[in-house]
């Protein structure tokens, strides 16, 4: 039984009590209307007050009881707030919370760090607010429609994985992973997930650098290079094609690796 059922009861027993002093009272005035003996009286006023100490006791005691059991609860309460708050700033993830219409009620230090802004700042603004400049993985605007927090509280679905550009007010970009699902029970609001992963992007970016630098190596390069496997020809530079003397990449291919082997007469 919750606390506001016993003390809802507690509260009936007290007024239970009382109205038997008021009915005895009325009792006892009707004994002296009739002019009953006081003896009476006395008998059935020490018999209330005897029912009525009795039921006092019992409801001071059940008070008492539920004082402590809700001191318990409200330190039990306390100390999960406590943990709470630790965890939910101390892990290694942005984490923003909003209600039901997008406004941002809470958000942690990981978040700051990552965005770039203060909790002040950050409680101002709502999830698809025009101050967030956020970009694609291919550099172009990302419009608020495609926020996977905001697409979230949209289509009442969890949006996973979503990869995002924030741009810092010194133009410096982070970017994050963001995952974003709606809180429960409905309308209840949305809680929006992020990590970093700028150190990833940027080791895929240098990798895509040097793929390239490394192909306008090969295909700038005055000797022929050809790659081939099980003998037949998957790559062939012009200068490749040039020594062979065909006039594509395909027109190499319908040739078996063997049969080029022998370089063309005067090579």
């Given at each position: 039984?919750?606390?506001?059922?016993?003390?809802?009861?507690?509260?009936?027993?007290?007024?239970?009590?009382?109205?038997?002093?008021?009915n005895f009272l009325d009792h006892a005035n009707q004994l002296f209307a009739t002019s009953q003996s006081a003896v009476g009286i006395k008998d059935e006023w020490s018999a209330a007050s005897a029912e009525l100490r009795s039921a006092t006791f019992e409801l001071v005691r059940q008070k008492d009881e539920m004082s402590a059991a809700r001191s318990a609860m409200e330190e039990t309460l306390r100390a999960s707030l406590v943990k709470y708050s630790m965890l939910f700033d101390s892990i290694p993830l942005g984490i923003t919370v909003s209600d039901q219409n997008g406004a941002i009620l809470e958000?942690?230090?990981?978040?700051?760090?990552?965005?770039?802004?203060?909790?002040?700042e950050h409680l101002q603004r709502s999830i698809d607010s025009p101050q967030w400049r956020i970009i694609q993985p291919d550099g172009t605007p990302m419009l608020p429609d495609e926020y996977a927090c905001?697409?979230?509280l949209q289509e009442k679905r969890?949006?996973?994985?979503v990869e995002m550009g924030i741009v810092k007010p010194d133009e410096e970009v982070t970017w994050i992973s963001v995952t974003a699902a709606p809180l429960p029970p409905e309308n209840s609001g949305l809680v929006v997930t992020?990590?970093?992963?700028?150190?990833?992007?940027?080791?895929?970016?240098?990798?895509?650098?040097?793929e390239a630098r490394y192909r306008t190596l090969?295909?700038?390069?005055p000797f022929g290079i050809i790659v081939h496997q099980e003998g037949e020809f998957v790559y062939a530079n012009a200068a490749a094609l040039r020594l062979y003397g065909a006039n594509t990449f395909v027109e190499l291919q319908t040739k078996r690796f063997w049969t080029w082997f022998t370089l063309p007469t005067g090579h």
């Open positions: 039984m919750s606390l506001e059922t016993n003390e809802s009861l507690l509260n009936y027993q007290i007024a239970a009590a009382c109205q038997k002093v008021t958000t942690n230090q990981e978040a700051e760090r990552l965005l770039g802004l203060s909790k002040e905001v697409r979230a969890r949006i996973e994985n992020y990590s970093d992963i700028t150190g990833r992007k940027r080791t895929e970016d240098a990798l895509r650098e040097s090969v295909e700038m390069a």
